[in-house]
């Protein structure tokens, strides 16, 4: 393995901006039609677009497939989601 990578196993590949396959997914924090957030082995990542969805997820093999207009990915490396509660679970439990 290349030791830039420090063992891990992390790729993203996004198509016209509507379709993108990841591997090195650990969990799906939460997800709605304007954003989805991830933690994944390069720490958590935000997807914001319009019309997400999430159309294959497996665990176990750490891959997710996800469609709709992607605006923009955002990788962090805290293992914490924003502190906006407008974002992420603030959103849900409103």
Known sequence: MDERLGGKN???SLFNRSNAQMTGVL????????????????????????????NHLTLEKGEVHIDGHVDSLIYSNSQKLPKN?????GRLFR
């Open 10 to 12: 992390h790729k993203l």
């Open 27 to 54: 969990d799906v924090l939460s997800f709605d039609t304007n954003e989805i957030v991830m933690d994944t082995e390069e720490g958590l990542l935000m997807i914001r677009g319009e019309d997400l969805h999430v």
């Open 85 to 89: 509660p407008e974002k992420g679970f």
